[in-house]
T-cell receptor
Framework: AQRVTQPEKLLSVFKGAPVELKCNYS??????LFWYVQYSRQRLQLLLR??SRESIKGFTADLNKGETSFHLKKPFAQEEDSAMYYC???????????FGKGTMLLVSP | NAGVTQTPKFQVLKTGQSMTLQCAQD?????MYWYRQDPGMGLRLIYY???????DKGEVPNGYNVSRLNKREFSLRLESAAPSQTSVYFC???????????????FGPGTRLTVL
């Protein structure tokens, strides 16, 4: 069965600290992996996708097929990073996104 | 471009009442989706429409119906609202065709629905 797990409901760090939001998935085939972010009371927006290997707002994510993980990292958290983050795999071929339950990141001054 | 728009932004219903949530996109996307967002549950797919003229059930379709009115519009209907349907509803769209499957899925601003 297709499954995505974000083990932390809440991650609280101080400004300038490193951040790692965990995501593990269980999918057949070779899924595409995405991270979406939702700032307070706003719509979800795409943050990262694994195929582009880009860094957005200082965040990076590496797909580890052996561990079936796609953890989101940032070396120095900023207060404006406070938001809800969702990991979302999509199966190969035409398929829908499956969202994890989300991790709330709180960055304190 | 307005992107993905949703109406209404807020709605309060009494148990048993019906209503339709409207969604429209102006990006010529072929696939559209309805999700509900609940605390601790993430986003769960209610229904989706891969292309104009088709609709399919998602993870939590019970109590809902959808209509893909045309390529732009995808509505979600609650025939007899229940308190368990209190949630924030998001519409989304994407191109999702062939090699363009890595395209971004765009979301609407959401509708906050309370059922008393």
């Amino acid at each position: 069965a297709q499954r995505v797990t974000q083990p932390e409901k809440l991650l609280s760090v101080f400004k300038g600290a490193p951040v790692e939001l965990k995501c593990n998935y269980s999918y057949s085939g070779s899924p595409e992996l995405f991270w979406y972010v939702q700032y307070s009371r706003q719509r979800l927006q795409l943050l990262l996708r694994h195929i582009s290997r880009e860094s957005i707002k200082g965040f990076t994510a590496d797909l580890n097929k052996g561990e079936t993980s796609f953890h989101l990292k940032k070396p120095f958290a900023q207060e404006e990073d406070s938001a809800m983050y969702y990991c979302a795999p999509r199966g190969s071929g035409y398929s829908t996104l499956t969202f994890g339950k989300g991790t709330m990141l709180l960055v304190s001054p | 471009n307005a992107g993905v728009t949703q109406t209404p932004k807020f709605q309060v219903l009494k148990t048993g009442q019906s209503m339709t949530l409207q969604c429209a996109q102006d990006m010529n996307h072929n696939s559209m989706y309805w999700y509900r967002q609940d605390p601790g549950m993430g986003l769960r797919l209610i229904y989706y429409s891969a292309s104009e003229g088709t609709t399919d059930k998602g993870e939590v379709p019970n109590g809902y119906n959808v209509s893909r009115l045309n390529k732009r519009e995808f509505s979600l209907r609650l025939e007899s609202a229940a308190p368990s349907q209190t949630s924030v509803y998001f519409c989304a769209s994407i191109v999702l065709a062939g090699h363009l499957q890595d395209n971004e899925q765009f979301f609407g601003p959401g509708t906050r629905l309370t059922v008393l």
